[in-house]
């Protein structure tokens, strides 16, 4: 991916009125760019009422606690602007609520960032730099127990915060209103991708105050939309456009509504039939296979999305007969991957290595799996396992309960017998975190703009995700050469070893490199969606 950002500061509307000024219905905007990043200039027009379908209610709209799909793209892409952004469909960071990237000290451990001004909260109030200490300080907080915590561990001083043993981050410094100052305690080739992330966008702190723990649900931010309605027994949150957006004259649409609650057959339903504008989690595979089949379905409503992102099976290392590599190597020859991905409908493709198939300045030296059900015989008569029992985890979302029989059966064939255990979402995630279990599937998208953030996440040591024990001297010293590279080539060089070692050891089964189909309406027109962010509403225009 490269970083691109070099027009997306001086990006405006021409002709628009200023903050507060009500938009025209069907006027035509006449756009000079769309920012971060261009877009489809032609025919724009203002108006129109975009609905968005999910599954699920989101577990908080409140960037320090969702994560979950819903959440996630409320966060990132309606309610509230970080420093930077992932620009259009496929650059790097540019600068968002900031006014330039960042300067970058030759130690590489001090960032300053100017911050563009004019950037207003929904209460109209003026954001500074000081907005951003309190917000990351709150992240820190360990009584709001925020997933996102440890991503701020490496700010000098962020620990002890953490740790109770100080209130304030030694590392962070509003130098004035509009200048923020970041130390960090050593290099980290991942900290500019870090300020694309939500939960580093500025919050109010008077409106957290106020609005307790409505600030789930209603929260006050600085993005493109400003929610006016939150209806939990509805099913339904509506937005309207943030009359002091700092890309002024956007949003173009009148009123972004969220529906949930609705299962995925009706939502392919209410799609084709013109009552939701788009799938906000995107095509899942008993969709998929509906919308690609049909040539004109998918010319009128699937949108690929290029994604970085691995599917694997997580092998449980504290089970005696799995901490022999040459087991888990077996279950890595006995997997038929071209037939697991067939269940998937296009959502992922056969891979059998640690990292996704297509990464950016990347070169691999990682073999990858193929499917050898002879030499997975051999090397368990090697290992000394006669027959071999395995309990699969799995919950209820697709594709994993399908893939699970198609597992069953292939590992069957070479002498391994799967129990499968199948739960609902939060006892599957319940039970994994626990460590449970011998086997279960898991899928992880790159957000970082790196695999340093996979490996981190899943393989290292200390990871926060690393619930089944695997440990791998090697694989930590890489990976924490690789943070501290000073270019994301020399970073790569290093990962490039990580993923060797990952493959070779077979720290998982590595079954696929995912892909993403978004589902919109025809009528959306300059529909931007990026699998780090989702949707970006801001940009888009309706053609009816």
Sequence with gaps: MTFGAAGAAAAFLSGCGGPGSPP?????????AWAPGPGDQSGARRGGHVITAWSDEAQSYDPA???????????????????????GPADGPAPHAAAAMPNISADRRTYTVPLRRGVR?????????????????????????????????????????????????????ALDDHTLRIRLSEPDILFQ????????????KEEVARLGAGFSRTPVGTGPFRITRYDSKRQRALFRPHEHYFWRGTPLIDTLEYRWGIDYPLQALQLSGGRVDVLGEGLVPSQAARFTADPEMRERFVHPVPVRGSQWITTNHKRP??????????????????????????????????F??????????????????????????????????????????????????VLQQQ?????????????????????????????????????LDSALELVTTCFTSDAAQNYTG???????????KARKAPTAEASNALLAEVEKELTEDAAGIYIGSLNFLAARSPDLRNYQMRGETGSYYDRLWVKR
């Design 24 to 32: 025209r219905p069907g006027a035509l905007a006449h756009v000079g």
């Design 470 to 480: 695997y440990h791998n001297k090697r694989v930590d010293a890489l990976t924490a």
């Design 121 to 173: 909260f929904h209460n109209g109030r003026r954001v500074t730099a000081q907005d951003y200490v309190w917000t990351w300080t709150r992240v820190l907080d360990p009584e709001l127990a925020s997933w996102a915590s440890s991503y701020l561990l490496g700010i000098e001083g962020a620990t002890e915060v953490y740790e109770k043993k100080a209130k304030k981050v030694r590392g962070l410094e």
């Design 65 to 87: 606690i969702g994560w979950d799909l819903h959440s996630w793209e409320a966060i990132s892409t309606v309610l509230h602007a970080p420093l930077y952004q992932y620009a």
């Design 411 to 447: 590992f069957e064939s070479v002498g391994v017998e799967i129990t499968l255990d199948a739960m609902s979402e939060s006892a599957f995630e319940l039970a994994t975190s626990k460590g449970e279990g011998d086997l279960y599937g898991t899928d992880m998208y790159i957000v």
């Design 321 to 354: 007969e799995l901490k022999d590599p040459r087991v888990r190597q077996a279950l890595s020859w006995a997997v038929d991957r071209e037939q697991l991905t067939r269940v998937s409908f296009g959502l992922s493709d056969p891979w059998g290595c640690a």
């Design 193 to 204: 991708a870090l300020l694309c992330q939500p939960y580093m966008a500025a919050l109010p």
């Design 356 to 405: 996704p198939k297509h990464l950016d300045r990347y070169r691999r030296t990682a073999r990858p799996y193929t499917h050898d059900p002879e030499r997975a015989r051999a090397l368990l008569k090697e290992a000394g396992v006669r027959r071999l029992r395995l309990r699969f985890l799995h919950g209820a979302q697709d594709p994993w309960p399908l893939m699970a029989q």
